[in-house]
């Protein structure tokens, strides 16, 4: 039996049922659960002062493409709407493998990681020269992170009228092949599970309508997620409307992609009737608010889906197109668009905390993280409200508007993996040296 007792929290922010703030508290954690929450608790384990912090759930990121840390800030990418943006980076991406999956995934995770990120979630939809999805995993175990990798896919190149070059999607049976190879070796159902998989076709415009389908029907054998991009910007909406003769929602409600078991990412241009499908069937939402910031994309009608009782939680999105991955910031920008769209009150700091936590974690089927109670995975952010951003705050658990974008400590299934600002795990200076040598290879 391990313990580890957090003591003496100023605040912390269960997202529990009732939304319970306690203070001055302590958290044991046990064997990488949550033991209890309370005052004066003792252990015979490690202890954490963790006076002058706030504490929270870790943060969980519901959409992301992890290889894209090594084409950030691509200049011809910087300034282009979606398609342009895509056809500047694909053929760069075709020159990546296996050591260049594997150290992005290890930069990317690192960064959210250091945002206050226990879970993770990623959408892998190219594989060339040789990388699989295992290198993101392993990556994600050498870390520490809670993972759930996505095996994602495109079928439709230049040739068959898609937006990639040939070269680099994948004929749909060895799609389908490797979707069952990678479930069967990686996928853990169980609770507390570190690592699970999903099936996750690009988009509606990468892939076949065969392949949407059967994707579908392989994952409810397999009993696994679902994930895509969805609804993402106006010419995502003529393309449905083109290509499939109706919008977005409907094209995949007819192919099975929807219910608890699907999430969609972007979903900035739902309208209301698909706001009411998404709700009546429980689909999820991936809210990349910087990503859709960054392409133009619009602002997704997050207050109208959390209105209508959609589950919603956030995404960084890939770091093409953000190009940051700092999940706060991700969860500061969802407050702040509600806002733009809909006025000073339409989303509070508190709401947007609970979408990046709690919420984060029901979109990706995982009632066991996200809350801070007895008996859920202890994956734990503590925030220090002593330093320069929280100075003069009137209100520790805003910390969306006055406090630090980045965790002093950072606990996954009651392992410490970040202590004091610095990752424990991995030699971050080191991998961010081997990514920078990455970098400049493919510019060379
Ligand atoms: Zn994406």
């Not at 409907?250 to 499908?277: F, N, R, S």
């Not at 089927?365 to 007895?374: A, S, T």
Request: aromatic fraction near 4%.
């Amino acid at each position: 039996m391990t313990e580890t007792l957090l003591k003496n929290a100023d605040l912390i922010l269960t997202m529990d049922e009732s939304r319970q703030e306690l203070s001055k508290a302590d958290i044991l954690v046990r064997d990488g659960q949550i033991a209890r929450i309370g005052r004066g608790l003792e252990t015979q384990g490690e202890v954490h002062d963790v006076s002058g912090c706030v504490v929270t759930p870790g943060l969980v990121n519901t959409h992301h493409h992890l290889y894209q840390t090594l084409t950030r800030a691509v200049p011809g990418g910087q300034d282009a709407l979606l398609f342009g943006w895509l056809q500047t980076l694909y053929p760069i991406w075709s020159r990546f493998g296996p050591e260049e999956m594997f150290t992005s995934a290890q930069i990317g995770l690192a960064e959210l990681a250091l945002s206050g990120c226990t879970l993770s979630s990623d959408h892998l939809y190219l594989y060339p020269n040789g990388a699989r999805l295992e290198d993101t995993i392993a990556a994600a175990s050498e870390l520490g992170m809670r993972f759930h990798p996505t095996r994602g896919a495109m079928s439709i190149g230049e040739s068959d009228g898609g937006l990639p070059p040939d070269h680099l999607v994948e004929k749909e049976a060895a799609i389908l092949d490797d979707m069952v190879r990678v479930v069967d070796a990686f996928h853990d159902p169980s609770e507390g599970s570190m690592c699970r998989v999903g099936l996750a076709p690009c988009s509606p415009f990468s892939v076949s309508r065969d392949l949407m389908r059967d994707a579908a029907l392989l994952a409810r054998d397999k009993g696994v997620m679902l994930h895509t991009h969805l609804a993402e910007n106006d010419e995502d909406i003529a393309y449905s409307q083109a290509q499939f003769g109706c919008r977005p929602g409907q094209y995949a409600e007819e192919l099975g992609w929807t219910g608890p078991d699907v999430w969609h990412a972007h979903c900035v241009k739902l309208d209301g009737a698909e706001i009411d499908l998404f709700s009546r069937s429980e689909t999820g939402v991936a809210h990349c608010p910087c990503s859709n910031c960054r392409l133009g994309s619009g602002i997704a009608p997050v207050r109208a889906m959390r209105d209508a009782g959609v589950k919603v939680g956030l995404g960084a999105d890939g770091s093409a197109s953000n190009d940051n991955g700092n999940l706060m910031l991700e969860a500061r920008q969802a407050m702040l668009l509600q806002r733009v769209a809909n006025g000073a009150d339409a989303m509070s700091a508190r709401e947007a905390l609970e979408i990046a936590t709690r919420g984060g974690a029901d979109v990706l089927g995982r009632p066991d993280c996200g809350r801070l109670m007895p008996g859920k995975r202890a994956d734990i952010a503590v925030w220090d409200i002593r330093g320069i951003e929280s100075a003069g705050s009137w209100d520790p658990a805003a910390l969306l508007l006055a406090g630090p974008m980045s965790v002093k400590h950072l606990f996954v299934e009651g392992r410490q993996i970040v202590r004091d600002g610095h990752i424990t795990t991995i030699d971050l200076p080191r991998v961010i040296e081997r990514q920078n040598t990455l970098a400049r290879a493919l510019q060379a």
